[in-house]
């Protein structure tokens, strides 16, 4: 059974941090890419960052240079190192296995004063 576990999300003042972590089980970890995407309130859910086996990372424009994908195979864990957090930024972020179908229920991020 494939699951994936988020954690991590919160309220943050602009300008301040986060650190998402998504803990990936019934898989072989490894072997696959890994995304993080986000649903801001009232939009469409969106792809923010990819990480290949390799690993090689991608980014969505609107974090790029903000925000950080990671993974530890040996933890089945794959992280989200957000800096420089904006109030767009506020989100449901969620973890999905490439180009598997498996979601988990994410976490909240809101990013406000």
């Known amino acids: 059974q494939v699951q994936l576990v988020e954690s991590g999300g919160g309220l943050v003042l602009p300008g301040g941090s986060l650190r998402l972590s998504c803990v990936v089980s019934g898989i072989i970890f490894y072997r696959y890419d890994l995304e993080w995407h986000r649903q801001p309130p009232g939009k469409e859910r969106e792809l923010v960052a990819r990480i290949t086996t390799d690993p090689s990372t991608t980014y969505a424009d609107s974090v790029k240079g903000r925000f950080i994908i990671s993974r530890d195979n040996a933890k089945n864990t794959v992280y989200l190192q957000m800096n420089s957090l904006k109030p767009e930024d506020t989100a449901l972020y969620y973890c999905?296995?490439?180009?598997?179908?498996?979601w988990g229920k994410g976490t909240l991020v809101t990013v406000s004063s």
């Open positions: 999905k296995i490439f180009p598997l179908n498996y």
